[in-house]
């Protein structure tokens, strides 16, 4: 076994798929949810939308098997899943909706769009090498902060999709959310072996038998999409390429890296495979091959997602074989029409209760990273984490807290997780500038 937790151990086959199905399934929602969401703002027909979906299953699973499998060059070799980040839903839209493409009739927007990712990504593959100077931004109290942030306002989402409806419904919804997340915790403390690796999809088990019994969850094969259905490269036509456009999607992939680094330096310390300065110009690297393969295929910039790391925490199984496993999976699903239907028709109260076992534990998981640093009233570890926390949950609460603030700070602005993460870099930098000035003062 390689590395302080197994990140090159390749378990049996039989141990592997359900473990990978897991990490499908926990990151499956947010990985569909910026494309519909992108789909829905723009008014694209349903079968637009769904070639939005198809694109990023598939460039979500290649992205994941470069991350994981990787190359001397490319790739950090570390158990990261990857998907679109949704910090880049304001820019696609601001993009693709914009009065100079009002009249078009040709896909103008979002081929717009599509030139401005595969910039994008060019861009952040020459930027790669800046990963040696990118690590110093990130101390344990940033990355402990960085994930808190991350637990907290992913929360709200796994809530929603449980506290929906009204009477006897909403009653449903809670029973079969709840018996997820008790099953999830009960394997968790009880479990031994494979039950306690697998406590979170095993309680997706239950809450889809408990489902089924409530009325709440129906399968059936009428009406489905065919079983495979291939996406074409640039399915909306040539990439249309323009500075300002592309300009902004280069910041936005810049602001992904806050979420990508975090999620490498926590999965380093789990796995014993350091998030050295050479392993993250090749996270980057990987990262910038990415989005321009999602430009090309029709999807949008990629990111480590937080949600996977939690489950790594939950699971205690690190290796980067069997989230490789997932990536394949992903790219069988990009693949299959019918699959990747079959998937999203899972009740959303199902990912609810999934959500909050694993966005809780990644809360925790921040908050322990604090606590190490020693969390007192007034010094550097409590300011930075504090303030951080109540800038992200302020943005959580209310989306449009600072919409009065100039339109190019947007994109960092409506993403609790950036916004929260960024604000702890520059506060641990401004702490940092004052230690040292009082190092000198004193000497």
């Not at 998907?83 to 693709?96: K, P």
């Not at 039950?195 to 009406?223: E, R, W």
């Not at 392993?279 to 990111?303: E, N, Q, W």
């Not at 790219?331 to 699959?339: A, E, N």
Request: hydrophobic fraction near 55%; proline fraction near 7%.
């Amino acid at each position: 076994m390689n590395g302080k937790n197994g990140v090159d151990e390749v378990l049996p086959l039989p141990r592997m798929v359900p473990l990978a199905v897991q990490h499908v399934m926990v990151m499956y929602m947010g990985a569909i949810t910026t494309p519909l969401v992108i789909g829905r703002v723009l008014a694209l027909p349903a079968a637009q939308t769904a070639t939005l979906i198809q694109a990023d299953l598939l460039t979500s699973g290649a992205a994941t098997l470069l991350q994981t499998i990787g190359t001397r060059w490319l790739g950090a070799r570390l158990p990261l899943m990857q998907g679109v980040s949704f910090a880049t839903v304001s820019c696609v839209i601001g993009i693709a909706s914009s009065a100079t493409f009002a009249t078009s009739h040709d896909n103008e927007g979002l081929r717009t769009v599509y030139g401005a990712v595969i910039v994008a990504g060019l861009a952040a593959m020459l930027a790669a090498p800046l990963g040696r100077h990118i690590m110093r931004f990130f101390p344990p109290v940033v990355v402990g902060t960085s994930l808190a942030i991350m637990g907290l306002s992913l929360l709200p989402v796994a809530i929603d999709q449980i506290a929906s409806g009204a009477g006897v419904h909403a009653g449903r919804n809670m029973l079969v959310a709840m018996s997820v997340f008790a099953s999830a915790i009960f394997l968790s403390i009880t479990g031994r072996g494979v039950f306690k690796n697998l406590a979170v999809i095993i309680g997706v088990g239950i809450g889809l038998v408990v489902a089924f019994a409530a009325g709440q969850f129906t399968p059936h094969l009428s009406g489905m999409p065919p079983l495979l259905a291939p996406v074409r490269p640039l399915p909306f036509g040539w990439p249309i390429f323009q500075l300002m456009p592309s300009l902004s999607m280069i910041v936005i992939v810049a602001i992904t890296w806050v979420e990508s680094i975090g999620d490498a330096v926590v999965v380093g310390e789990m796995t014993g495979r350091h998030a050295t300065p050479k392993l993250v110009s090749r996270l980057l690297r990987a990262d910038g091959l990415a989005t321009l393969l999602g430009g090309i295929m029709g999807s949008f910039p990629y990111t480590a997602f937080s949600e996977n790391v939690a489950l790594l925490s939950i699971t205690g199984v690190r290796s980067r074989w069997i989230v490789a496993l997932a990536g394949g999976i992903l790219c069988v699903l990009g693949l299959s029409p019918f699959l990747a239907t079959a998937v999203a028709a899972l009740p959303p109260a199902v990912a609810g209760g999934a959500g909050l076992m694993i966005f809780g534990t990644l809360m925790m998981v921040g908050i322990q990273m604090l606590a190490s640093l020693g969390l007192e009233p007034g010094n550097k570890p409590f300011i930075v984490a504090s303030v951080s926390i109540v800038l992200a949950m302020a943005i959580v609460m209310k989306p449009d807290f600072f919409m009065f603030m100039p339109d190019w700070t947007q994109p960092v602005l409506q993403s609790p997780v950036v916004a929260g993460c960024v604000s702890a870099i520059v506060l641990n930098i401004l702490f940092s500038f004052r230690e040292r000035k009082e190092a000198a003062f004193t000497t």
